[in-house]
C-alpha cells in the first residue's frame, strides 16, 4: 500500500525553527516529484515547495522563500523541509504529496498521486 507519512511539526516560537519529514512506501519514490502543501484555517491550499525526482530543481513560494528549505534523499525515501525563521502567518497544516508527473511543481492536487495526512505546525508566543 502506497503511503506518505509527515512528522516534525509542532508549536513553536516565533523566529523559531521546524524540520518536517515525509516518509514514502509502497511506490517509486525517486521517480516523483514531491511538494509540500499548506492549508490554514479557513484557507485554501498554498503551495509552499516542491523539487524534481532527482532534486535539480526546486520551487518555493515568495512567502517562504529564504526561509524554508526543500531537500530529498531517494536512498531513504524521504523529503524534508526546514523551516527557518517561522512567523504566525506559517501556521498551517503541512502536507507532503508525491507526483508522477512531468514537470516538478503542479498546482492541481488532482495531478498528485499521493498525499500525506499531514502535520501541524503552529506558531505562536
Known amino acids: 500500500e502506497a503511503q506518505l507519512v509527515e512528522s516534525g511539526g509542532g508549536l513553536v516560537q516565533p523566529g523559531g525553527s521546524l524540520r518536517l519529514s515525509c516518509a514514502a512506501s509502497?511506490?517509486?519514490?525517486?521517480?516523483?516529484?514531491m511538494s509540500w502543501v499548506r492549508q490554514a484555517p479557513g484557507k485554501g491550499l498554498e503551495w509552499v515547495s516542491a523539487?524534481?525526482?532527482?532534486?535539480?530543481?526546486?520551487y518555493y513560494a515568495e512567502s517562504v522563500k529564504g526561509r524554508f528549505t526543500i531537500s530529498r534523499d531517494n536512498a531513504k525515501n524521504t523529503v524534508y523541509l526546514q523551516l527557518n525563521s517561522l512567523k504566525p502567518e506559517d501556521t498551517a497544516m503541512y502536507y507532503c504529496?508525491?507526483?508522477?508527473?512531468?514537470?516538478?511543481?503542479?498546482?492541481?492536487?488532482?495531478?498528485?498521486?499521493?498525499w500525506g495526512q499531514g502535520t501541524q505546525v503552529t506558531v505562536s508566543s
Open positions: 509502497g511506490f517509486t519514490f525517486s521517480e516523483c516529484a
Open positions: 523539487i524534481d525526482s532527482g532534486g535539480g530543481r526546486i
Open positions: 504529496a508525491a507526483g508522477m508527473f512531468t514537470g516538478f511543481c503542479r498546482r492541481d492536487p488532482d495531478d498528485y498521486n499521493y
